[in-house]
């Protein structure tokens, strides 16, 4: 105890304050509108009868938690889904204290409002495990095992999303770090993409996956015109309150540098192109980015002083320009809007508990 709380200094009360004021308040939580279905999953595995046919099955997290712990009641699922998100959310701040005074502007980039958009998907947990395996990747705390078990879990989480970001590793850490990461990424996503294919065919799967929606006729065509045709709100919904160091990288880091995380945002906005909920995607790719991107500044850049200019600068426009969002079709409130909401949730729930003392 006294060693983890030895690690809780910085940013970290006001990181937890600004996350949950975030995701509570001003973007304003909502679960997906599959999540229904996903639950009625639990029940089809049970009874040896699986016919949903949505490629998020090919993502296990949620259902291996329902299926572990006999999860039999809506309500319960969705409670359960919401404390692992909150969960994740204080986990995530935790690993990132290693940022120190630039902590706190990770929290004002757009993986915070996906997160908070979609609970029910399980982008919160890949967000955590991208954290985690960018501050041992930073840090020069290079474990094989231990990396490569992070990136197993990540791409059994979510595997495209896995194997994007892997790329982005690669190009983002040192010369010397690509040869021992290579093996890492290599033994990971071959036996977590196994692993996932094994799950499918054991609880009987036949619907289509990923791969094969993406070449569905005119949905890359329809991606790549909405990449095209909305270019700055894309980037304005992955970036958001860090836009403005994410502009300032060709002034103040080296053009090896740069030139890395340039290359990283071109392929980030390449996958995303591919991939029609096209905000979420992006904001959840360039996560690495950011990290390692606010990790240069704190050991690289001397503002003298100027870091508060910084922040006021990010969240002045973060709150200024709020919030744009592509997701089909440009958004400035969550697309999830045909389901119970979590605060009528979250008093329906507690006014069950209560019934009997407040009567």
Not at 149 to 154: I, K, W
Request: proline residues 1%; positive net charge; contains cysteine.
């Amino acid at each position: 105890m006294k060693k983890i709380l030895s690690k809780i200094k910085n940013n970290f009360y006001i990181d937890i304050l600004l996350v949950v004021f975030l995701s509570h308040i001003f973007y304003k939580i909502t679960f997906i509108e599959s999540l229904q279905g996903d639950f009625y999953l639990l029940g089809q595995i049970r009874n040896g009868d699986v016919t949903s046919k949505s490629f998020f099955v090919e993502s296990p997290t949620y259902t291996l938690f329902g299926l572990l712990f006999d999860i039999e009641d809506f309500d319960i699922y969705r409670l359960v889904i919401y404390l692992i998100t909150l969960v994740c959310f204080i986990m995530i701040v935790f690993n990132l204290q290693f940022l120190e005074k630039y902590s706190t502007l990770f929290f004002l980039s757009g993986w915070l409002l996906t997160s908070s958009w979609f609970v029910g998907y399980v982008d919160v947990i890949s967000v955590l495990i991208i954290s985690i395996v960018s501050k041992n990747l930073l840090q020069s705390n290079f474990h094989l095992l231990k990396i490569s078990f992070y990136l197993l879990l990540l791409s059994i989480n979510h595997n495209a999303i896995s194997f994007v970001i892997c790329i982005i590793f690669l190009i983002l850490v040192k010369n010397q770090t690509k040869k021992k990461l290579l093996p890492a990424i290599f033994i990971s996503q071959i036996l977590g993409n196994l692993l996932v294919q094994y799950y499918l065919k054991f609880i009987g799967f036949e619907g289509r996956g990923r791969l094969r929606f993406v070449f569905n006729e005119n949905v890359i065509q329809n991606s790549v015109t909405f990449i095209s045709e909305n270019l700055v709100i894309v980037l304005w919904s992955g970036f958001l309150g860090t836009s403005v160091l994410m502009l300032l990288i060709a002034n103040t880091l080296s053009w090896s540098e740069t030139r890395n995380i340039f290359i990283s945002i071109l392929i980030a906005l390449f996958f995303t192109s591919i991939a029609l909920d096209t905000s979420r995607i992006f904001s959840l790719l360039v996560t690495p980015i950011i990290i390692f991107t606010l990790y240069k500044y704190k050991n690289l850049v001397n503002f003298k002083n100027k870091l508060g200019v910084i922040y006021t600068s990010s969240i002045f426009l973060h709150f200024l320009v709020g919030v744009y969002y592509f997701y089909g079709s440009i958004l400035k409130q969550s697309p999830m809007s045909n389901s119970e909401n979590f605060y009528n949730f979250i008093s329906r729930i507690v006014n069950s508990l209560m019934s009997n003392i407040w009567n």
